[in-house]
């Protein structure tokens, strides 16, 4: 296998992985939802509040989005 397929088949394992965990997230929200009505609804909010920081956060530092995670390390 050459280095182009092993990168790509990476890739695609990447992409699957990230795929199942949004999928077991949402699945634990739903679950949520139907023991605590109102749950999907904050969960939705509170993920785009912390979605939004973490933008002005990346921008407020001038990191660009290959730069990985910001920590809290670096944030001080």
Same mark, same amino acid.
């Not at 949402?26 to 139907?34: F, R, Y």
């Not at 609804?41 to 939004?52: D, E, G, L, P």
């Given at each position: 296998?050459?280095?182009?397929?092993?990168?790509?088949?990476?890739?695609?394992?990447?992409?699957?992985?990230?795929?199942?965990?949004?999928?077991?997230?949402?699945?634990?929200?739903?679950?949520?939802?139907?023991?605590?009505?109102?749950?999907?609804?904050?969960?939705? +909010?509170? &993920? /785009?509040? #912390?979605?939004? !920081?973490? +933008?002005? &956060? /990346?921008? #407020?530092?001038? !990191?660009?989005?290959?730069?990985?995670?910001?920590?809290?390390?670096?944030?001080?």
């Amino acid at each position: 296998m050459s280095i182009e397929e092993w990168l790509n088949k990476l890739r695609s394992s990447d992409r699957a992985f990230y795929n199942i965990m949004a999928m077991e997230i949402w699945s634990l929200a739903k679950s949520m939802d139907t023991i605590v009505p109102g749950f999907w609804s904050r969960f939705m +909010v509170n &993920r /785009r509040n #912390a979605m939004q !920081e973490f +933008v002005e &956060r /990346r921008r #407020a530092t001038g !990191e660009n989005s290959d730069a990985g995670p910001v920590t809290e390390a670096q944030s001080d």
